[in-house]
C-alpha cells in the first residue's frame, strides 16, 4: 500500500537561502510523524508545502501513491491535509460552532441552519475532548483549547493527515497532555499526525517516527519508537553532542540590584508580591500558565501599570508607568509573544536589533548607522542567527531564529535586570545551550536575571533559584539544591501536595 | 550641506524601491501622452504651472504622509487650507494686522488644529476618521461664518510677501523656464522631511510604530507621543499649504477654497507608496504621486477640456488602476518567494 502522503525529492529556494534541496518525506496512515532539526533547518517551509500554503520549485508530491499538485490550502484540503496554525486561526468574535464550520456553514437560502450546525459542530468538538456548549463565544477559551477547536475544525473537513507547527509551544503542561491524548486517539482512529518540536521529551513520548532536516537536507529518520531518545536525536539534529542538562556553577551574587515590595499587579491585586535579585543571579519563575507569570514581568516593566507596590533597581525607586521607565531604570524585557510584542516584522534584522538602543547611541536625534551595523555584526554570530544578510527582513526568518533577534535588541541595551517570558520559545536545542551559556556569561558580569519559563528543563538547568508561581501569588521559592521537578510541581499546583496537576 | 548630501543619498537609495518605479513609470506615460497630444504642455509657462502646482500639492500630500504612516488618516486639510487661507487676508486687509503677527498666527493655527486631533486620537483613544472628518466639517464652517462668505484676497497690496508664492527665478536666462518660488519651499520641507524620516530616530519610531504600535511600545517609544507629532505636523504643513495657494491665487472664496484638496494629497501619498496600514512611505515617491495628480489634471485641461466636469472620474480611475497595479506587482512579488512565517 503506498504511503498516505509521499513528498519525494523537495527543493525550495528563497532569495539567498536554499530553505530545502532534495527533501523527501512519508506519512503513512495512521501514523505520528515529527519532525525535528535546528532553527532554519526548514521544517516549517516543508510543512507548508505539503499543506499547500506553499509551492515546490521541484520535487514531486503524491497523495495516495497519484502525484497532485496543491495550488493553494484549498486543494491540500480537498486530498484530506489540513495545516494547524500556529497563529490560530480562528474568528474570536464566533461562537464555537460558528469557528468549526467557518466558511462552510450548512444553509438554506443563504440562512444558516443554526441548530443543525450547532449539533453537527459538537460532535466535532467531543471528538477533540472538548465538550462544551457549541453556543460558547470562542474567546471564552484559553489557547490551549482554542487549538483543539481549530483541530475540530479541521477534522471536521475530513482531514486525513493534520499537520501542526510547533503545537505545543504556547500550551500549558496540561493542555499539551489533552493535546497529545487527542492525537493518540487520531491516531486509533486512522489519522495522521505530522508535527514539528523543539521539545524533544514530547518527540519521544508521541511519535511513530522521528524525521531530521538539517540545513535544508534530509539529516535521517528514526524508523520506529524503541530508537527514539535524545542523544540520538540531538546528534541527527546538530551532527555533535549537546549537554543539554548542564548545570553551570552559580556565580556569587553580588549587590542587591532588584527589589520589589509588595507590587500588585492588576490581573491579581488581591497577592501583593515581594522579591529581590542580586547581580549575577538567575532566578526563575515557574508555575502553570495562568498563574500570573506574565503579568508580574509585565507590571514589573511598565507595561501594564502596577496597582499598588515599590520597585527599587539598583537602590533607587523607580516610578513605572511605561516601558521607557522601566527601560531607563536599567530594566529590559524579551516579551512572550515575539510577533505581535517583540518585532516589527517588516523591518529589517539591523533595524529590530537597534530599536531600543537607536536613542543612546544617536546624535543629537540622528541614528549613528555605523554603531547599527556594528551592532548586528556582532551579534549575528554571538547568537549564530541564520540569515542572508542584516538587511532581511524579520519575516522571512525561522521563528527560532526570529527569538533570537528578540534577544539581541534587549541584549545590546546592556540592562541591569534582564526579564526574560518563555526566552528559548521555538528555538533548537543547540542554541539553546548556547543562550543559557550566554545569559550566564553575561549574569558572570553582573547582570540579575529573572526569567519565566514552562519548561522545567530550562527552569532545572538554567536557573540558581526557582520562584514558583500559584495564582497569582508566589507559592514557595526553591535553592537551587532545593530543586526538583517533583517539588516544583507541588508548589505550581498549590503545595497540596498532588505530585503533579 | 551634510544633510542635503545626506538626503540625496537617501533619495537615490529609495529611487531604486521597485513601488516607486512602477509610479514613475506612469507619470512618465501620461507625460508623454500629453505632450504627444497637446502641443501646450511642453511650453514653457505650462511647465512652470505643474511644477509649482506639485509643489503645492506635494507640501499637503507631505504632511498628511506622517499620519498616514501612523496608520491614520487627517481628512481635515482642506478646510485647514480654506480657514488659513481666508484668514490671512481677513486678518491683513480687513483687520489691519502686521505680517508676521498674521503669518505667525495662522501657522501657529494649523498647529493647534494638529495638537488638539492628535490629543483626541491618542489620549481619548477616538478614531482618526472620525476626528479628522468632523475637523473637515468645523473649519470649513468657521471660515464661511467669519467671512461671512466673503471672497477675500489681498488686493493689490502685499506683493513682499505674495512673492513668496508668485516669484519665479529665470534659472536659464531671459524667456527660459523659470523656477517657481514655491518649488524651493517644497524643497526644503522635503529635504528635511526625508532626513526626518530616514535619518532620525523620531523617524524610526514612526515607521515603527506605523508597523506594530504594541512592539513600540515595548521598545520603550513614547507611541502617543509620536502620533500626536505626526498630527501636528499634517496640519501645520496644511496650514504652510493654505498660506502659499491664497498668496498664490490672490482670492480665497470660504465656500469652496481647497475643496478636496485633502482627497488630493492622500491620493498623491497613497500613489507614492504610502500603506494606508502604515509603516510606509518614502519623500521621492510623495513628490512623484503629487506631480501625477497635477499631470493628469493638466492632461484633461489640455487635452479633453470638454471633459472636465468628469476631472474626478478620470482622475478617480488612474488612481485606481495605479493602486492595483501595485497590488499585482505586490502579489506576484509574494508569490515567488513564498509567503513567510
Ligand atoms: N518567505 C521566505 N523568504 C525568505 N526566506 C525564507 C522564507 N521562509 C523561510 N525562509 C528561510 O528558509 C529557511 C528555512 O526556514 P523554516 O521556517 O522552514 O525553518 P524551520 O526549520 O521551521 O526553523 P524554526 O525551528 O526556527 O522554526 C530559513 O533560513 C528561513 O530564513
Ligand atoms: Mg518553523
Known sequence: ?501 | MKGLALAATQVVRSAVSPKILGIIGLLAAVCLYTALASPNFLKVGNLENVVHRTALFGILSIGVAFVIITGGIDLSIGSVVCLVGVLLPWLLVDHGWSVPMAVAFVLGLGAVIGLVHGLLVTRLGLQPFVVTLCGLLIYRGVARGITQDQSQGFGTGYKGLRALATERFPIFGEGGFELPATTLVFLVIAVAAAIFLNRTVWGRYLLALGRNEQAAQYSGINTGRMKLLAYVMSSTLAAIGGMLFVLDINAAQPSDFGNFYELYAIAAAVLGGCSLRGGEGSILGLLVGSALMVVISNMINLVHPRYQNVEFAIIGGVILAGVIADELVRRAARRRPGSGS
Open chain 1, 1 to 501: 500500500m503506498p504511503p498516505l502522503v509521499e513528498a519525494r525529492g523537495i527543493g525550495k529556494q528563497f532569495p539567498g537561502v536554499r530553505a530545502l534541496d532534495d527533501v523527501s518525506l512519508s506519512v503513512g496512515t495512521g501514523e505520528v510523524v515529527a519532525l525535528i532539526g535546528e532553527n532554519g533547518a526548514g521544517k516549517s517551509t516543508l510543512l507548508k508545502i505539503l499543506a499547500g500554503v506553499q509551492s515546490p520549485d521541484s520535487g514531486s508530491l503524491l497523495v495516495d501513491g497519484q502525484p497532485v499538485r496543491f495550488r493553494g490550502v484549498q486543494d491540500a484540503l480537498g486530498a484530506g491535509i489540513a495545516l494547524i496554525h500556529q497563529e490560530l486561526n480562528l474568528a474570536d468574535n464566533l461562537d464555537l460552532a460558528g469557528n468549526v464550520f467557518l466558511g462552510r456553514e450548512p444553509r438554506r437560502a443563504g440562512f444558516i441552519r443554526t441548530a443543525q450546525m450547532h449539533r453537527e459542530a459538537a460532535e466535532w468538538l467531543r471528538m477533540v475532548g472538548l465538550n462544551l456548549d457549541p453556543a460558547m463565544p470562542l474567546s471564552h477559551l484559553p489557547i490551549g483549547r482554542q487549538q483543539l477547536v481549530e483541530i475540530a475544525k479541521a477534522l471536521s473537513t475530513r482531514a486525513r493527515l493534520l499537520i501542526m507547527d510547533e503545537p505545543t509551544s504556547s500550551l500549558s503542561a496540561r493542555e499539551t497532555e489533552t493535546l497529545f491524548a487527542v492525537v493518540r486517539q487520531l491516531r486509533a482512529s486512522g489519522v495522521s499526525v505530522l508535527w514539528i518540536s523543539h521539545r524533544l521529551g514530547e518527540v519521544k513520548e508521541l511519535a511513530d517516527r522521528v524525521v531530521v532536516l538539517r540545513d535544508g537536507r534530509n539529516a535521517g529518520e528514526i524508523p520506529d519508537r524503541s530508537g527514539i531518545e535524545h542523544d540520538t536525536m540531538i546528534r541527527m539534529m546538530v551532527g555533535r553532542d549537546v549537554d543539554r542538562l548542564a548545570r553551570r556553577p552559580s556565580h556569587p551574587p553580588g549587590e542587591v540590584v532588584l527589589e520589589v515590595e509588595g507590587l500588585r499587579t492588576p490581573a491579581h491585586p488581591q497577592h501583593p508580591v515581594s522579591l529581590s535579585l542580586r547581580g549575577g543571579e538567575i532566578v526563575g519563575i515557574a508555575g502553570l500558565v495562568g498563574a500570573g507569570r506574565t503579568e508580574l514581568l509585565t507590571t514589573l516593566f511598565g507595561v501594564t501599570p502596577a496597582v499598588g507596590g515599590r520597585v527599587a533597581v539598583a537602590g533607587r525607586p523607580v516610578d513605572l508607568r511605561t516601558p521607557r521607565d522601566a527601560i531607563r531604570a536599567g530594566m529590559a524585557l524579551v516579551p512572550e509573544d515575539r510577533k505581535h510584542q517583540g518585532l516589527i516584522l517588516e523591518m529589517a534584522v539591523r533595524e529590530n536589533m537597534s530599536l531600543v538602543s537607536l536613542w543612546p547611541e544617536s546624535h543629537a536625534g540622528f541614528v549613528d548607522s555605523r554603531a547599527e551595523r556594528r551592532l548586528a555584526e556582532q551579534m549575528i554570530p554571538a547568537l549564530a542567527i541564520k540569515t542572508p544578510g542584516d538587511r532581511q527582513a524579520v519575516q522571512f526568518l525561522s521563528g527560532g531564529n526570529q527569538q533570537k533577534v528578540v534577544l539581541a535588541k534587549w541584549l545590546a541595551l546592556k540592562p541591569k535586570v534582564l526579564l526574560l517570558d518563555e526566552p528559548t520559545r521555538g528555538i533548537d536545542v543547540g542554541a539553546k545551550a548556547e543562550i543559557y551559556d550566554l545569559v550566564h556569561r553575561l549574569a558572570g558580569q553582573g547582570l540579575a536575571v529573572l526569567f519565566v519559563s514552562s519548561e522545567m528543563e530550562e527552569i532545572l538547568s538554567l536557573a540558581d533559584r526557582a520562584l514558583v508561581m500559584h495564582e497569582g501569588r508566589i507559592a514557595g521559592g526553591l535553592a537551587r539544591h532545593d530543586l526538583s521537578e517533583e517539588r516544583v510541581m507541588r508548589l505550581a499546583a498549590g503545595g497540596t501536595g498532588r505530585q503533579s496537576a
